[in-house]
């Protein structure tokens, strides 16, 4: 009998043993995977952004992530709040070599001009490029930690395969890879978004002091991030409402009121501070935040306009913003002058041969569509059918809406984040870009990988090869594109050659490609030193070698669009520079007509 126990023993022993083993064994190979999925993806990045010369709106985000750690307020940062441009700057703040004057000497500083004060270190971040490059790798090492937080998350909540997809799609995704690399807070956003879903879920789960205290610290991040991420707050409280009604609650009862407002209360008092605290408690009224004398008569008028002259609601308005100080009131003035009064008046816009200062409300639609690489379409399109076939199978068996919600909740807190986002986003006035819906990203690629997953648990051949293909060919979109991320546009529009006859601004011309540019222009004038060669000459036609920017020839006003008419109608295109530079070679201008030195003499 001992000797069986024994034997029994020995035999348990070796095969927990060998559980182990497997066990640790497939630990290894999908710590392995992550990892090596991460440098792929910060190899795309990091070697990509070498090439790319600072974008429009980098120099702006320097000089304000440095004033956060060298001035003596935040007057500057009111375009967006400051948590990630301070990040990014970082590896600045200790060069010796780079210095602004953030001293009530220099007028730019005192009137708060962000613009000017970034052109003070344009020519720095343009000569030398190790200093930006520095400050773009901080963005990157954020890319990595949304990478590896996208897979914890969706391994955690929905199992190891959907992981293992959701973050190959996240790591050849061109969008992710195009804002990752820049220093702005659009790849900020999204990794706060995302992480304030999390919190939510994990609350919604535990419903504990510590879940909640983490919820509102992520919330407060996202709202020290960037102005837009706000819209949040209440698809949060509209998914927690579904929640918990899915889970039995009587949601317009006065104990459930109550709580929410409770729960909203105190969570605005949360963020309330943490802002206040970022901002160094520094107390000013509304008025005295606007240290731009006319920045505070923009705010008058725009009272006028709704309100008259004279009545109630000016006159409380103008008393309130003057009498009453409030702890980081640069917050509160950044809020107003980009969310609020930049909705009112708009922004200059093109769409596909249109113009507006209001934009349209398939924007942002209409840009996903031809951004967004055509695999990832289709996987999401899939899933979408996949959903609704279960949903039908499931409704069929009896099933109740409720029950269903309360099943799948993770998954219906994230749909509700994302179309109210989505929704939020079509109905504004400002249609700057993509970039403002990558926070979107993220979540549609976890839906990709859940219809994935649905679609090979089939294990037919068909299923394999399926998905197989659709991930070879965003890696192929990915590679083939590099390190050009920002000009992507799927074949839908017939690649990135044709994106600005689309799209422009962020979408494809950020002013990334001087270098290549500048390239150019030193390799024709070595090769053709007679020949004239001209960088955006204006709309007097020229001979030689034109090279127009997209932004230029296509224009975010039609009065811009008109500037070149006389090269888009007479001559064809003899080459391009990344996607975003057209270059003509105009022999002779003897057949231009007429009609077009009218236009010049006019525009002039």
Same mark, same amino acid.
């Given at each position: 009998?001992i000797? @069986?126990?024994?034997?029994?023993?020995? =035999?348990?022993?070796?095969?927990?043993m060998?559980?182990?083993?497997?066990?640790n064994?497939?630990?290894?190979?999908?710590?392995?995977?992550?990892?090596?999925l991460?440098?792929?993806?910060?190899?795309?990045?990091?070697?990509?952004i070498?090439?790319?010369?600072?974008?429009?709106?980098?120099?702006?985000?320097?000089?304000?992530?440095? =004033?956060?750690?060298?001035?003596?307020?935040l007057?500057?940062?009111?375009h967006?709040?400051?948590v990630?441009?301070?990040?990014?700057?970082?590896?600045?703040?200790?060069?010796k070599?780079?210095?602004v004057?953030?001293?009530?000497?220099?007028?730019?500083?005192?009137?708060?001009?962000?613009?000017?004060l970034?052109?003070?270190l344009?020519?720095?971040?343009?000569?030398?490029?190790?200093?930006?490059?520095?400050?773009?790798?901080? !963005? %990157?090492?954020?890319?990595?930690?949304?990478?590896?937080?996208?897979?914890?998350?969706?391994?955690? *909540?929905?199992g190891?395969?959907?992981a293992?997809?959701a973050? $190959?799609?996240?790591?050849?995704?061109?969008?992710?890879?195009?804002?990752?690399?820049?220093?702005?807070?659009?790849?900020?956003?999204?990794?706060?978004?995302?992480?304030?879903?999390?919190a939510?879920?994990?609350?919604?789960?535990?419903?504990?002091?510590?879940?909640?205290a983490?919820?509102?610290?992520?919330?407060?991040?996202?709202?020290?991030?960037?102005?837009?991420?706000?819209?949040?707050?209440?698809?949060?409280?509209?998914?927690?409402?579904?929640?918990?009604?899915? #889970?039995?609650?009587?949601?317009?009862?006065?104990?459930?009121?109550?709580?929410?407002? +409770?729960?909203?209360?105190?969570?605005?008092?949360?963020?309330?501070?943490? !802002?206040?605290?970022?901002?160094?408690?520094?107390?000013? $009224?509304?008025?005295?935040?606007?240290?731009?004398?006319?920045?505070?008569?923009?705010?008058?008028?725009?009272?006028?306009?709704?309100?008259?002259?004279?009545?109630?609601?000016?006159?409380? %308005?103008?008393?309130?913003?003057?009498?009453?100080?409030i702890?980081?009131?640069?917050? *509160?003035?950044?809020?107003y002058?980009?969310?609020?009064? #930049?909705?009112?008046?708009? #922004?200059?816009?093109?769409?596909?041969?249109?113009?507006?200062?209001?934009?349209?409300?398939?924007?942002?639609?209409?840009?996903?569509?031809? +951004?967004?690489?055509?695999?990832?379409?289709?996987?999401?399109?899939?899933?979408?059918?996949?959903?609704?076939?279960?949903?039908?199978?499931?409704l +069929? +068996?009896?099933?109740?809406?409720?029950?269903?919600l309360?099943?799948?909740?993770?998954?219906?807190?994230?749909?509700?984040l994302?179309?109210?986002?989505?929704a939020?986003?079509?109905? !504004?006035?400002?249609?700057?870009?993509?970039r403002?819906?990558?926070?979107?990203?993220?979540?549609l690629?976890?839906? @990709?990988a859940?219809g994935?997953r /649905?679609?090979?648990?089939?294990?037919?051949?068909?299923? *394999?090869?399926?998905?197989?293909?659709?991930?070879?060919?965003?890696?192929?979109?990915?590679?083939?594109?590099? &390190?050009?991320?920002?000009?992507?546009?799927?074949?839908?529009v017939?690649? &990135?050659?044709?994106g600005?006859?689309h799209?422009?601004?962020?979408?494809l011309f950020w002013?990334?490609?001087? *270098?290549?540019?500048?390239?150019?222009?030193?390799n024709? /004038?070595?090769l #053709?030193?007679?020949?004239? !060669?001209?960088?955006?000459?204006? @709309?007097q036609?020229?001979?030689?070698?034109?090279?127009?920017?997209?932004?230029?020839?296509?224009g975010l006003?039609?009065l811009?669009?008109?500037?070149?008419?006389?090269?888009?109608?007479?001559?064809?295109?003899?080459? /391009? %520079?990344?996607?975003?530079?057209i270059?003509?070679?105009?022999?002779?201008?003897?057949?231009?007509?007429?009609?077009?030195?009218?236009? @010049?003499?006019?525009?002039e």
């Amino acid at each position: 009998m001992i000797a @069986c126990s024994h034997h029994a023993t020995t =035999a348990q022993r070796s095969t927990l043993m060998d559980h182990n083993f497997f066990k640790n064994k497939k630990r290894i190979i999908a710590f392995s995977g992550v990892v090596f999925l991460l440098v792929v993806f910060s190899l795309q990045a990091t070697l990509s952004i070498r090439h790319k010369s600072p974008t429009y709106d980098e120099q702006s985000h320097v000089v304000r992530g440095l =004033a956060f750690w060298q001035a003596p307020d935040l007057r500057i940062n009111t375009h967006h709040p400051p948590v990630i441009n301070a990040f990014a700057a970082l590896p600045l703040i200790f060069d010796k070599n780079i210095s602004v004057d953030f001293s009530d000497k220099n007028e730019d500083w005192v009137l708060a001009d962000k613009n000017k004060l970034g052109n003070t270190l344009a020519p720095k971040l343009y000569n030398e490029r190790n200093v930006l490059f520095k400050s773009r790798l901080m !963005i %990157i090492f954020l890319g990595m930690y949304l990478g590896l937080a996208l897979f914890l998350f969706t391994k955690k *909540y929905f199992g190891a395969a959907p992981a293992f997809i959701a973050l $190959t799609i996240y790591t050849f995704s061109p969008n992710i890879l195009a804002h990752t690399r820049l220093v702005t807070t659009d790849f900020g956003a999204t990794l706060a978004i995302f992480l304030a879903a999390w919190a939510f879920i994990n609350y919604t789960e535990k419903h504990d002091k510590k879940s909640l205290a983490l919820l509102f610290l992520a919330l407060s991040f996202a709202a020290l991030v960037k102005f837009n991420t706000i819209v949040i707050f209440p698809a949060l409280l509209i998914a927690y409402a579904v929640f918990s009604w899915s #889970h039995g609650h009587k949601i317009f009862s006065k104990e459930f009121i109550f709580r929410i407002l +409770k729960l909203a209360i105190l969570g605005a008092i949360t963020i309330f501070l943490i !802002i206040a605290l970022v901002y160094r408690f520094d107390t000013r $009224t509304f008025k005295d935040a606007h240290v731009n004398p006319k920045r505070w008569d923009e705010f008058i008028s725009l009272i006028e306009e709704n309100h008259g002259t004279s009545s109630l609601q000016k006159r409380f %308005i103008e008393w309130t913003a003057t009498n009453i100080p409030i702890p980081g009131a640069f917050y *509160y003035q950044g809020f107003y002058e980009n969310v609020f009064k #930049h909705n009112i008046y708009g #922004h200059n816009t093109y769409l596909a041969g249109e113009y507006s200062k209001k934009g349209w409300w398939y924007y942002f639609p209409y840009a996903f569509f031809i +951004k967004t690489p055509l695999p990832i379409i289709i996987s999401l399109l899939s899933s979408v059918v996949l959903a609704y076939i279960f949903l039908k199978k499931e409704l +069929k +068996k009896g099933k109740s809406i409720k029950k269903l919600l309360q099943k799948h909740s993770r998954l219906v807190s994230i749909l509700i984040l994302v179309l109210f986002y989505l929704a939020v986003s079509m109905r !504004i006035n400002i249609n700057l870009g993509l970039r403002h819906i990558l926070p979107l990203y993220p979540f549609l690629f976890i839906f @990709c990988a859940l219809g994935i997953r /649905r679609l090979i648990s089939e294990k037919k051949l068909l299923s *394999y090869l399926i998905t197989a293909t659709l991930l070879v060919w965003l890696a192929l979109d990915s590679l083939i594109i590099f &390190p050009n991320y920002l000009e992507f546009f799927n074949a839908s529009v017939g690649g &990135p050659k044709n994106g600005y006859l689309h799209l422009l601004d962020s979408n494809l011309f950020w002013n990334q490609d001087q *270098y290549y540019v500048d390239e150019y222009v030193s390799n024709f /004038r070595s090769l #053709h030193p007679k020949t004239p !060669i001209y960088v955006n000459p204006g @709309c007097q036609p020229k001979t030689g070698r034109i090279i127009v920017g997209v932004d230029k020839l296509q224009g975010l006003e039609e009065l811009h669009n008109i500037r070149y008419s006389w090269l888009r109608d007479n001559f064809p295109v003899y080459d /391009r %520079i990344a996607y975003t530079y057209i270059v003509y070679d105009v022999k002779s201008t003897e057949e231009i007509p007429s009609e077009y030195y009218k236009i @010049c003499e006019n525009l002039e």
